[in-house]
């Protein structure tokens, strides 16, 4: 069965710092990957995806993921943090296990301090 | 296009009462999903369509939560009788293929008292 994990269900960073979502996913078959954001009173929107080409994904707003498959991992970066970025972001994993199905994460919400 | 669109987006209502959710997708989306999100349980995928045919319902909570997919451009949720702990924000999205971009509607919000 496929799972993910998303460590910390909240993360407070400084405006400028640097932002690490961290993401963890099981699965017994080679699994896609998503980043999506939801903002207050929205819904989710994908900030990236990974898809079995490069292990190092670029997305929208400044934000990039890093597939290590010796780790199970799909952390989500972003090299300075701005106001904006305050929000909830949610890791997904789509594998097919006997029928495909996308689990997402419990969430992370980002607080960004002035 | 216009993306995913729900409808209410506000629904409050007293318990045991019918309470019918509308989710029209993306024009051309062969993928259909409704979500249930509550701070308890967060995102929970209920059940997903393909091609307008129910294909995963293990999400469900219950015989009175039920789903139908009448043609490829309109879905309901219908929740009867609905109870307090129906209570959450449902989302509807949709996508072009099962490991797509899923591309969430703005979420009816669910107050049942």
């Known amino acids: 069965a496929q799972s993910v994990t998303q460590l910390g269900s909240h993360v407070s960073v400084s405006e400028g710092a640097l932002v690490l979502l961290r993401c963890n996913y099981s699965?017994?078959?080679?699994?896609?990957l998503f980043w999506y954001v939801q903002y207050p009173n929205q819904g989710l929107q994908l900030l990236l995806k990974?898809?079995?080409?490069?292990?190092l994904v670029k997305g929208i707003n400044g934000f990039e993921a890093e597939f290590k498959k010796s780790e199970t991992s799909f952390h989500l970066t972003k090299p300075s943090a701005h106001m904006s970025d305050a929000a909830e972001y949610f890791c997904?994993?789509?594998?097919?296990?006997?029928?495909?199905?996308?689990?997402f994460g419990a969430g992370t919400r980002l607080f960004v301090k002035a | 296009d216009a993306g995913v669109i729900q409808s209410p987006r506000h629904e409050v209502t007293e318990m045991g009462q019918e309470v019918t959710l509308r989710c029209k997708p993306i024009?051309?989306?062969?993928?259909l999903f409704w979500y249930r999100q509550t701070m308890m349980r967060g995102l929970e995928l209920l059940i997903y369509?393909?091609?307008?045919?129910?294909?995963?319902d293990s999400g469900m909570p219950e015989d009175r939560f039920s789903a139908k997919m009448p043609n490829a451009s309109f879905s309901t949720l219908k929740i009867q009788p609905s109870e307090p702990r129906d209570s959450a924000v449902y989302f509807c999205?949709?996508?072009?293929?099962?490991?797509?971009?899923?591309?969430f509607g703005p979420g009816t919000r669910l107050l049942v008292l």
């Open positions: 999205a949709s996508s072009l293929g099962i490991q797509e971009t899923q591309y």
């Open positions: 699965s017994s078959v080679p699994p896609y």
């Open positions: 990974y898809t079995s080409a490069a292990t």
């Open positions: 997904a994993v789509t594998s097919n296990t006997g029928g495909f199905k996308t689990i």
């Open positions: 024009s051309g989306h062969d993928y």
């Open positions: 369509f393909n091609n307008n045919v129910p294909i995963d």
